[in-house]
């Protein structure tokens, strides 16, 4: 660490601290385990999603409700990450769809290494979407690839509309943002509309969609953009029977 004082960058507003990166080379080797998961993953085109929140923001709950919306349309697993307990998994598995928990003893985020190893212990083969729930913090998780082909953050309207700017790194490096408990917009004081300029001021490209697990609201929304992307993925080839079912499915949502 250096004072505000020696340090080059101004970051740091005036009075507080920077912090340097000193872990350069472990996310060097993340990122070389991550590139082993996405060729493997593209090879059988299955899209890999990374989900991302702070803890309690409704990853589960919102995997619980894509499963009930999804599981007949197409092959889902989700492998989920918490410092200890199976308790997400064995609700995902309720919800009808494969699901391994990683514990990881108290590791603040999923690495790479980790996801790679989850996956010689859960069957992959014919998945169209894996979803990777984080563990839940809007720090760490930023930091490390997965092999995703996307990363969605959830920010949900009890914990403030102010997150996007405290927690750039993450924002920054997401292609969506789940602006997640919709239903309880009426009685807390969050603006969607504030959350979303401070997300795009972060990162431009940001897709906002507003959903609530428990009411419905938005999951039609976030499902078509999953399908979207799992036909992508599967490639524009009109003989390959799967695009051609799930380009129905979205015709018919
Ligand atoms: N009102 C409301 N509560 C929700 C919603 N989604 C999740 N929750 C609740 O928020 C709490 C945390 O949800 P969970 O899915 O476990 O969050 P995670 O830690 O991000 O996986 C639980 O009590 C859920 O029932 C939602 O859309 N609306
Ligand atoms: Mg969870």
Redesign the pocket.
């Known amino acids: 660490m250096s004072t505000p004082h020696t340090h080059k960058s101004n970051r740091a507003p005036v009075g507080a601290v920077q912090c340097e990166n000193t872990s350069l080379n472990l996310l060097k080797a993340n990122d070389f385990v991550a590139k082993t998961i996405r060729d493997r993953m593209a090879a059988q085109s299955t899209l890999v999603i990374n989900i991302t ?1 702070s ?8 995997m619980q409700a894509t499963a009930a919306r999804l599981k007949d349309t197409l092959s889902m697993a989700v492998l989920v990450g918490d410092l200890e307990t199976e308790r ?1 998994a064995i609700r995902i598995r309720e919800a009808g769809v494969p699901s391994l928990q990683i514990v990881t003893g108290g590791i603040c985020h999923l690495e790479a290494q980790m996801v790679l190893q989850a996956m010689d212990h859960i069957t992959l083969e014919g998945v169209d979407l894996l979803f990777i ?1 984080n563990v ?1 913090n809007l720090v760490c998780p930023a930091a490390f690839d997965l092999g995703e082909d996307y990363r969605v953050t ?1 920010i949900a309207t009890t914990e403030g509309d102010d997150k996007p700017k405290k927690y750039p790194r993450m924002f920054l490096t997401s292609e969506v943002m789940l602006i ?2 919709a ?2 917009l009426p009685y807390v004081p969050f603006s969607v509309e504030a959350v979303v300029q401070d997300a795009r001021e972060v990162n431009p490209d940001i897709h906002a969609i507003t959903v ?3 009411s419905g609201v938005g999951i039609d929304e976030w499902c078509e953009w999953l399908l979207e992307r799992v036909r992508e993925k599967k490639g524009s080839d009109e003989s390959n029977d799967s695009v051609v079912f799930l380009s129905k499915q979205l015709g018919s949502m």
């Open positions: 929140s803890a309690g923001s409704g990853k589960t709950t919102l997400d729930e839940g959830l997640s408990k239903d309880l609530s697990s428990t």
